[in-house]
């Protein structure tokens, strides 16, 4: 709802989809088509995640994290190449995330499924080199501030976090929408994005000693947490938000000593 408020001038469509449904992508295809009458860009982002050790996580929990990350953005890509195909172009922009390239412990579904995304992704830009107007392309951040690692389901114990440095969700937009002038086939957001997969092709041997104890101090906060099942099979519209609190922001920080030092003014004058 924050978006479509944010496109005031624009004639906006919203439908609530569940990408684990049968059929709900291409009702969402066929409702914007019938809207406006085609589709030049498809943008697939939804995706939940999960905390715990893989043989403590429940197997409908991994289950459900593989269905949305990996089989939802598999039938996205498929209704949009669909459609391009019928069209003769189109651009479609996935984003997968920098735990496609790399592995850390206790995110194993959301690691598998990023894997199988970029994999996916890969296969599909190759059997659509015959239609060069269709553009596929993966975005991949690393860590984002964005409110997915308190939404996400915990058997862990211990809230998690986005391991530093960390990226705005505006930073990521930025890409996705760079897609859309630019098309690429692939897009890494983050700045040490390139050194840990490097450490993880190049060094494996050391980034496995290395990633536990990093992934506790740096990727878990110190609250402790009951199990449970996160936004993994329901939304959870309370904690829905642009950003995740895990980055100052930057407005309250430039404008609100300004904003303090005025209402005192203001007092003084009164």
Known sequence: MRVRAEC???DVLTVSTDV???DALDALAGAAIDRFGRIDVWVHTAAVMAYGRFDEL??????QVVRTDLLGAAGSV???VRHFRATGAGTVIVTGSLLGHVTAPYMSAYVASKWGLQGLVRTVQQEVRDSPEIRLCL????SVDTPVYQQAANYLGRVGR???PVASP????RAIVDCVDRPRREISVGRLNVVLRAGFTVLPGVYDVLVGPLMRAAGLSGRSVAAHDGSVFAPNPAGEAVR?????DVRQLLFGPVGAVSAALRRRSG
């Open 8 to 10: 005031a001038d624009v």
């Open 20 to 22: 684990t449904e049968p």
């Open 58 to 63: 429940p197997g409908r929990v991994f289950d």
């Open 78 to 80: 498929r209704v949009a």
């Open 139 to 142: 975005v991949n951040p690393g």
């Open 162 to 164: 986005p391991p530093a």
């Open 170 to 173: 505006q930073r990521v937009a």
């Open 244 to 248: 995740g609190g895990h980055l100052p």
